[in-house]
């Protein structure tokens, strides 16, 4: 069975801190996603890794891809209270199933 | 706005009841999802359907039931409900249902009395 583990489970911050949440498996994904979910509404998708080894780079959010696609991380810059939500990965799995982690609980704290 | 309706926003019923829940996909997307989300459980897969028929099963229980109908959209079963059944009920679409990003709706929020 593939599982995903996110951690930490909950994160409060203040403003203007970096923080980094993890995702990690024992398990091989043909691909990882992060989402964001915002309270009351759906997860909305941040991005796609599909290389291992491959990072991306949206505004102050840089998601990496582990090199053996075990694994990913999420590392956000100067935190702003915008960014509070939970935060979600989830791979694509042997039959292209996603598997979803139980997310990372943030706060930013103006 | 990602495209993805569901009806009802919010839902009171009683234990014993039976609910309905509906989805309507992303224009062009064959594959539904159903998930629900409670605070404990974090978001659990119930089941996928692909251009009118069951692709997988995830956590779903027998009370449970869901199908997609010609024209895509999806209907979420819930019956004998218990006090436990009270939740967020996410339903997402995907082109092709393959692992591709997944598009969710703005949930429905199911409390049981």
């Known amino acids: 069975t593939q599982l995903l583990e996110q951690s930490p489970q909950f994160l409060s911050i203040q403003e203007g801190e970096n923080l980094t949440v993890y995702c990690n498996s024992s398990?091989?994904?043909?691909?990882l996603q992060w989402y964001r979910q915002e309270p009351g509404e759906g997860p909305v998708l941040l991005v796609t890794?599909?290389?291992g080894g491959e990072v991306k780079k949206l505004k102050r959010l840089t998601f990496q891809f582990g090199d053996a696609r075990k694994d990913s991380s999420l590392h956000i810059t100067a935190a702003q209270p915008g960014d509070t939500g939970l935060y979600l990965c989830?791979?694509?799995?042997?039959?292209?199933?996603?598997?979803w982690g139980l997310g990372t609980s943030l706060a930013v704290n103006p | 706005d990602s495209g993805v309706t569901q009806t009802p926003k919010h839902l009171i019923t009683a234990t014993g009841q039976r609910v309905t829940l509906r989805c309507s996909p992303r224009?062009?997307?064959?594959?539904v999802y159903w998930y629900q989300q409670s605070l404990d459980q974090g978001l659990q897969f119930l089941i996928q359907?692909?251009?009118?028929?069951?692709?997988a099963k995830g956590n779903i229980l027998e009370r449970f039931s869901a199908q997609q109908f010609p024209d895509l959209h999806s209907e979420l079963n819930l019956s004998s409900l218990e006090l436990g059944d009270s939740a967020l009920y996410f339903c997402?679409?995907?082109?092709?249902?393959?692992?591709?990003?997944?598009?969710f709706g703005p949930g429905t929020r199911l409390l049981v009395l």
């Open positions: 997402a679409s995907s082109a092709s249902g393959s692992g591709e990003t997944q598009y």
């Open positions: 224009s062009g997307d064959l594959s």
């Open positions: 359907y692909y251009n009118g028929e069951e692709r």
């Open positions: 398990s091989v994904f043909s691909s």
């Open positions: 890794v599909v290389t």
């Open positions: 989830a791979g694509a799995g042997n039959n292209r199933k996603l598997i």
